[in-house]
């Protein structure tokens, strides 16, 4: 029972466009949700996050959108640059076990010059 | 640089046999969390320790066996290795034990069983 899903394996887009990644949770609990990035033989680092409280949070070029009652989250990236190709994992915490995280499979994004 | 470190990087076994994976968090950090990823899959969270105690256990085999010290560095003492037990795993770190939070990770450790 896979609860977070990114249907996407992988994603590219042309350098200076949108970049649209997309997430699915199915448990309602989850409260908190966290975009990760990771480049090849290094460890995800933490991309921008969202509160259930709110439908959409801002960071630079990073916007992400919650919609609760789709269950549905998705990352923006705008504009697009070669150096954001990798792996992004979104992940979903629940109150009841908030230090435990719960990732998708991650979608490979590729940014083309 | 996460402020997370892995030892060792790379690790070569064979089945049956037993490893241990070193995880040392950030400075300051009291929450260590152990993940699994095989190839081409989503990180599998395996167990999570704070100051110490464990607080969680996600779809650890009773093969492995995690703990965390009194310098909160921690371990993960995985054996009678199979094959599919061949994967990355990653150990990441945050400051508190519960709310929702960023979790800052180590590079990984590759483990490849043969």
């Known amino acids: 029972d896979q609860q977070v899903k990114q249907n996407s394996p992988s994603l590219s887009v042309q350098e200076g466009r949108i970049s649209i990644l997309n997430c699915d949770y199915t448990?309602?609990?989850?409260?908190?949700f966290l975009w990760y990035k990771k480049y090849p033989a290094e460890g995800p680092t933490f991309l921008i996050s969202?509160?259930?409280?709110?439908d959409k949070n801002e960071d630079g070029r990073f916007t992400v959108f919650l919609n609760k009652s789709a269950k549905h989250l998705s990352l923006h990236i705008v504009p697009s640059q070669p150096g954001d190709s990798a792996v992004y994992f979104c992940?979903?915490?629940?109150?009841?076990?908030?230090?435990?995280?719960?990732f998708g499979d991650g979608t490979t994004l590729t940014v083309k010059p | 640089d996460s402020g997370v470190t892995q030892t060792p990087k790379h690790l070569i076994t064979a089945t049956g046999q037993r490893v241990t994976l070193r995880c040392s968090p950030r400075?300051?950090?009291?929450?260590v969390y152990w993940y699994q990823q095989s190839l081409d899959q989503g990180l599998q969270f395996l167990i999570h320790?704070?100051?110490?105690?464990?607080?969680a256990k996600g779809n650890i085999l009773e093969r492995f066996s995690a703990q965390q010290f009194p310098d909160l560095h921690s371990e993960l003492n995985l054996s009678s290795l199979e094959l599919g037990d061949s994967a990355l795993y990653f150990c990441?770190?945050?400051?508190?034990?519960?709310?929702?939070?960023?979790?800052?990770f180590g590079p990984g450790t590759r483990l490849t069983v043969l």
């Open positions: 400075s300051g950090d009291l929450s």
């Open positions: 969202i509160s259930s409280i709110k």
């Open positions: 448990n309602s609990m989850f409260d908190y």
């Open positions: 990441a770190s945050s400051p508190t034990s519960s709310g929702p939070n960023e979790q800052f």
């Open positions: 992940a979903a915490s629940a109150p009841t076990n908030a230090g435990k995280s719960t």
């Open positions: 320790y704070y100051n110490g105690e464990e607080r």
